[in-house]
C-alpha cells in the first residue's frame, strides 16, 4: 500500500488549486445565474400574452401601458346579451365591469431562485387572459333591466270562424332570463367580443300550434266550407257558414285539448229566422174582433207551424262537419192565445162602465187635440187579459197627425205643446177603466188639482214616457167608445160586467199654501193658485151586494201658485 511516505513532492500543492479552480467556477456559475435571475425579476417573460397583447421582455411599467391601450376599446365596448332572437346590450363600467390591469400582469414579475421559474422566464411562450373587477350589485341591476328586452310573455294561439272565415293565430313560446346565471356568465366571461348567450326559462303556451292545426283540418275548415241545407216540414231552406259562426267558439281544457262548443241560443235564433224567411214556418194567429155599426164580428184565429227548439241544435251541429251538409228538423204546429172561440165566448154583452169629463169648446188647440183622441180612441178593443196602453192607441202627438199646440203642464207651470189637452182623455178613460174595475198598470195624476178632474181619481199622459195603461181583468172583451161632442167628452166600456164599482173620497189632508209668482217672461201663463194637499180614494169591488175586496189610491199635489204675468206678449 502506499502511505504519506510514498508521495511524491509537489502533489498536494498541485490538487489544492484544482480544487480552487473548480470552486471559482462554482462560484462564476453562481453569480451568473443569480445575475439572469435578477435580470428577468425586471421583464416579462419571453413571449408572454396578456389579453392577446405581446409584453414579452418589457418592463412591468411597458407592459402595463400596452395593455391598457390594446384592450381599452375592448373594456368599453357594450356587452350583448342574446336569448331567443332577442337581444340587449349592457355598458361595462355602468354595470360595475372594469379591467384589473394590474392584477392581470402583477404576478409575471419578481425575483425567485426557483429554475423552472427563471427557465419559463426566459423560454417563455404562456398566454393569459384579462383579470378583471366585478360590482355585483351594479351589475345584477343592469342584467335586471336588460332582461326586460329579452323576455317574452307566452301568448296563447286561438283559432275562429269570424265571418265564415277560419283564422289561426299561432301560440308564442314565453321565456324569461335566469337572472344569477346570467349574471355569473358575464361576471366570468367579460370582457369578450362575441355576444352572450343568456340562460332563460321557457314557458309553453297550453294550447299548441299542433293542436290548432288538428281543430281546423278536423272541424273549422269543414264546418265553414259552405252553406248547410235545412228541411222543416215540407220547406227546405239555406243557411250560411258566416251566419252560424258567432254561435261556434273553441274553448279548451286544462291538457290543451280544443272541443268545438256552439251556443244553442244564436242557432236557435239562426235557424228560426232563415225558416221564417222561407217562409216554413207561420207564427200563430189570434183572433181578433171588429165592430160595424158597433156590432162584433169575430176575424178567426189561425194555427201556426213552428220549428221544435229542442230539436235544432244537434242536427245542425251535426250538418256542421257531415259530408252530405244537410239537417233535417221536425216542425209543430203552433197554437193562437185567443182563440175563436175564445172570442166568440167573450164578445161584450153590454155596458160595464162610461165616464164623462168636461171642457171649454172654445178652447182652440186643446179642443182640437181632445177631439181627435177621442175619434183614435174610438172602437178599440181590449181582448180578456189584455193590456191596453193609451200611448200605444195614440202615438206620438204631432202636427201631421193634426195635432194642434195646446196647454199643458211643466215643472209645476203651465205651458204650450203639441197634444195638450189629451190628458183629459186620459182622465176620462182611466175613470171607465177604474168603474170596470181594471187593474191599472201605470198612471200618474197631475202635479197640481185641476178642479175639472175628480179629485184623486186622475191620470195625466205624455209622449213617450209616461202612460196610462191597465189590463182587462174581466171575463170579456171591452169595446172602448169614445166621443168628444160640445163640451164634454165621453168614454164608455162595453164588455161582460164582473164588478159592482164605488168610489169614495177622503178629506183633504197635508195642506201646503201656495206661492205668489211674477214672471216677466213672453211665454209666462197665468194661473189661478190652488193649494196643494194629499187625498185618498177607496174604490170597493162588489158582487151580488158583497163587498170582496178594496183598493186605495193615495195621490199628492202640489200647489198651483198665483203666477202674474207681467209681459204684454204673456197669455
Given at each position: ?323 252530405e251538409r244537410a239537417a233535417i228538423i221536425p216542425v209543430t204546429v203552433s197554437q193562437p192565445e ?132 191597465w189590463v182587462n181583468t174581466t171575463d170579456g172583451g171591452v169595446y172602448i167608445r169614445a166621443s ?21 173620497k177622503g178629506p183633504r189632508r197635508n195642506l201646503i199654501p201656495f206661492k205668489k209668482l211674477t ?53
Amino acid at each position: 500500500m502506499t502511505d504519506v511516505f510514498d508521495q511524491q513532492p509537489g502533489q498536494p500543492r498541485r490538487q489544492r488549486g484544482a480544487i480552487a479552480a473548480i470552486v471559482g467556477a462554482l462560484v462564476l456559475l453562481v453569480g451568473a445565474y443569480v445575475g439572469v435571475a435578477a435580470y428577468t425579476s425586471g421583464r416579462m417573460p419571453s413571449d408572454t400574452k396578456v389579453g392577446g397583447v405581446q409584453v414579452g421582455g418589457m418592463a412591468p411599467a411597458a407592459a402595463r401601458t400596452a395593455v391598457e391601450a390594446a384592450v381599452k376599446e375592448r373594456g368599453d365596448t357594450p356587452v350583448t346579451l342574446t336569448a331567443g332572437g332577442k337581444s340587449a346590450t349592457i355598458v361595462p363600467a355602468e354595470a360595475g365591469l372594469a379591467i384589473d390591469l394590474d392584477a392581470s400582469i402583477g404576478d409575471l414579475t419578481g425575483f425567485s431562485l426557483n429554475p423552472a421559474k427563471v427557465i419559463g422566464h426566459l423560454t417563455g411562450g404562456d398566454s393569459r387572459g384579462l383579470k378583471t373587477r366585478v360590482d355585483e350589485t351594479k351589475l345584477k341591476a343592469s342584467v335586471t333591466q336588460a332582461s326586460k328586452a329579452l323576455t317574452v310573455a307566452p301568448k296563447e294561439g286561438a283559432i275562429s270562424v269570424t265571418g265564415g272565415k277560419v283564422a289561426v293565430v299561432a301560440p308564442v313560446k314565453g321565456q324569461s332570463v335566469v337572472l344569477d346565471r346570467t349574471v355569473d356568465l358575464i361576471a366570468t366571461s367579460w370582457p369578450r367580443s362575441t355576444p352572450i348567450v343568456a340562460p332563460v326559462t321557457a314557458s309553453t303556451p297550453k294550447v299548441s300550434a299542433e293542436e290548432l292545426q288538428r281543430v281546423k283540418t278536423e272541424f273549422a275548415d269543414k264546418a265553414m266550407s259552405g252553406p248547410i241545407a235545412v228541411k222543416a216540414g215540407d220547406k227546405t231552406f239555406e243557411i250560411s257558414a258566416a251566419t252560424l259562426a258567432p254561435a261556434i267558439s273553441f274553448p279548451a281544457d286544462a291538457q290543451g285539448k280544443i272541443t268545438p262548443k256552439f251556443d244553442d241560443k244564436v242557432i236557435i235564433a239562426a235557424v228560426t229566422e232563415a225558416a221564417d224567411r222561407a217562409k216554413a214556418t207561420a207564427k200563430a194567429k189570434d183572433a181578433t174582433v171588429t165592430f160595424v155599426n158597433n156590432q162584433p164580428t169575430v176575424v178567426p184565429s189561425r194555427t201556426g207551424v213552428a220549428l221544435d227548439p229542442t230539436k235544432i241544435e244537434g242536427p245542425v251541429t251535426a250538418a256542421l262537419t257531415s259530408p252530405e251538409r244537410a239537417a233535417i228538423i221536425p216542425v209543430t204546429v203552433s197554437q193562437p192565445e185567443f182563440t175563436t172561440e175564445r172570442a166568440r165566448a167573450t164578445l161584450p154583452k153590454g155596458m160595464i162602465s162610461t165616464f164623462t169629463t168636461y171642457f171649454n169648446p172654445n178652447g182652440g188647440g186643446r179642443v182640437t187635440n181632445i177631439r181627435l183622441a177621442a175619434k183614435t180612441l174610438n172602437g178599440t178593443y181590449v181582448p180578456p187579459g189584455g193590456t191596453f196602453s193609451l200611448n200605444g192607441v195614440l202615438g206620438q202627438r204631432t202636427p201631421a197627425k193634426g195635432y194642434a199646440i195646446g196647454g199643458t203642464i211643466n215643472n209645476g207651470r203651465l205651458s204650450q205643446n203639441y197634444g195638450g189637452g189629451i190628458s183629459q182623455v186620459s182622465t176620462t178613460t182611466f175613470n171607465a177603466a177604474f168603474f170596470a174595475g181594471m187593474k191599472f198598470v201605470e198612471y200618474m195624476p197631475h202635479g197640481f188639482y185641476i178642479s175639472r178632474y175628480p179629485e184623486g181619481r186622475e191620470a195625466t199622459v205624455s209622449w213617450p214616457d209616461l202612460d196610462m195603461s191597465w189590463v182587462n181583468t174581466t171575463d170579456g172583451g171591452v169595446y172602448i167608445r169614445a166621443s168628444a161632442v160640445g163640451g164634454e167628452v165621453t168614454v164608455s166600456f162595453y164588455g161582460v160586467k164582473k164588478w159592482d164599482i164605488t168610489a169614495n173620497k177622503g178629506p183633504r189632508r197635508n195642506l201646503i199654501p201656495f206661492k205668489k209668482l211674477t214672471d216677466p217672461s213672453p211665454k209666462c201663463i197665468t194661473q189661478t193658485p190652488t193649494p196643494g194637499f194629499d187625498v185618498t180614494v177607496t174604490r170597493t169591488f162588489k158582487q151580488a151586494g158583497k163587498t170582496v175586496k178594496t183598493e186605495t189610491f193615495n195621490t199628492h199635489y202640489i200647489p198651483e201658485d198665483d203666477v202674474n204675468c207681467t209681459h204684454p206678449d204673456s197669455k
